[in-house]
């Protein structure tokens, strides 16, 4: 069970720590705030006014909390192949920029069954069909946060797809608790992209966007 645990950790540092190279490490490890977050500061941005999925008639949001830059990646690709708004989930108390105290403080809140607060809100949720949710693998599971998030708005008639970064755990059994969680939505296949490829993600995207059918939309 040690070495599990032992091989884990070496994988998320691994993971955290090659994704905040040069610009993204100091960005990481200047900003007071959480990691190397930078996009929205919990609001929606519309890209121009094309927000209708990918330019057809759906339209669709995404949301994510990336601590250490890779799922904002990632977010980004989404937004940009989608013409998707996007939000990103700020937490209202940040996390350190310390690797070891989130390391801690993220086991903790997961141990409390923790409800962090989400700074700030989205407007009109009601408006989107195609909800895109992403977060980084945190000892297994979605950070807590997005639980707060999966208990403040009710997704029901909308298509949820998933998306995660992570040093070797892959998306773990999160699509399942989302579908347990939103029981009125359809959640898709979920898109797993490793923290060492989170920095080129456009391909896997593109890819994931075909195979679930969500590019059509
Ligand atoms: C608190 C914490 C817990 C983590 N737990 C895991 C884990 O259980 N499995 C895993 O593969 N990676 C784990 N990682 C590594 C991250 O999932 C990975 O580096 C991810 O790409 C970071 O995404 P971000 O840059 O968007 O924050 C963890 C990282 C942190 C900071």
Known sequence: MKKIFTVFMALAFLGVFS????????KAFSSGQSGCQGASQGKTD????????????????????SWSGNT??????????????IFEIIPAEPYSDDYDTVV???REEQRENARP???????????????????????????????????????SGK??????????SGL????????????????????HIG??????PDNAVSEWLKDTGLAEQ
């Open 46 to 65: 519309s890209p121009g006014g094309a927000s209708d999925g990918a330019g057809k008639d759906k339209k669709s949001l995404v949301v994510y909390f």
């Open 117 to 155: 607060v989400i700074s700030g809100s989205i407007e009109n949720i009601e408006q989107y069909d195609v909800i895109y949710v992403g977060f980084p693998n945190w000892w297994g599971d979605m950070p807590m946060i997005l639980y707060t998030f999966f208990d403040s708005y009710d997704l």
């Open 72 to 85: 904002e990646r990632v977010a980004e690709s989404i937004q940009s192949q989608t013409g998707a708004d």
């Open 172 to 191: 773990s059994g999160t699509v399942n608790e989302v579908k347990n969680l939103e029981p009125g939505a359809e959640v898709t296949s979920g898109l």
């Open 104 to 106: 801690e403080v993220a």
């Open 195 to 200: 923290s060492g490829s989170a920095s080129n």
């Open 19 to 26: 994704a905040c190279t040069g610009s993204e490490e100091k």
């Open 159 to 168: 298509t949820v797809a998933l998306f995660c970064t992570s040093g070797g």
